[in-house]
């Protein structure tokens, strides 16, 4: 496992069994929202609610929306992509944040080996439309 900063990019099994990939609550870093069991590739997660300042009476982020110039305004806090390559994974993490649930299937339309989970602002999980063999949830 290679870890960067929260972008992972694993190979093999460790101790026989899948990867054990924590999500984070994007409202709450002490508390965890999610364990998932992952194969070999890729993780990536953004999110709004890290990296933050103020300017003037607003609050900003710095994931920037290049339709506006301004920060995303997406219902999603956060994304995590699974992909086979660690670019992929960050840049469609971005990507997917950024376009929301009303533009993340035109993205992964043209590829299919990309999967995501998104946290929304009440905390509800959001799922790539079709799941992939790679992702097994577990309580």
Do not use: C
């Amino acid at each position: 496992a290679v870890n960067a900063g929260g972008d992972m990019f694993l190979i093999g099994h460790p101790n026989g069994q899948n990867w054990e990939v924590v999500l984070e609550d994007p409202l709450d870093q002490t508390q965890d929202v999610l364990m998932l069991l992952v194969e070999d590739g890729a993780v990536a997660t953004s999110s709004t609610t890290k990296r933050l300042w103020t300017q003037g009476e607003q609050v900003r982020h710095h994931l920037i929306d290049p339709r506006s110039g301004e920060p995303a305004k997406s219902p999603w806090l956060s994304v995590t992509v699974f992909a086979p390559h660690t670019s992929q994974a960050e840049t469609f993490a971005k990507a997917l944040l950024i376009a929301g649930p009303e533009g993340a299937q035109a993205l992964l339309n043209k590829s299919p080996e990309i999967s995501f989970i998104a946290v929304d602002t009440e905390r509800q999980i959001w799922k790539s439309p079709t799941e992939r063999e790679k992702l097994y949830e577990y309580a």
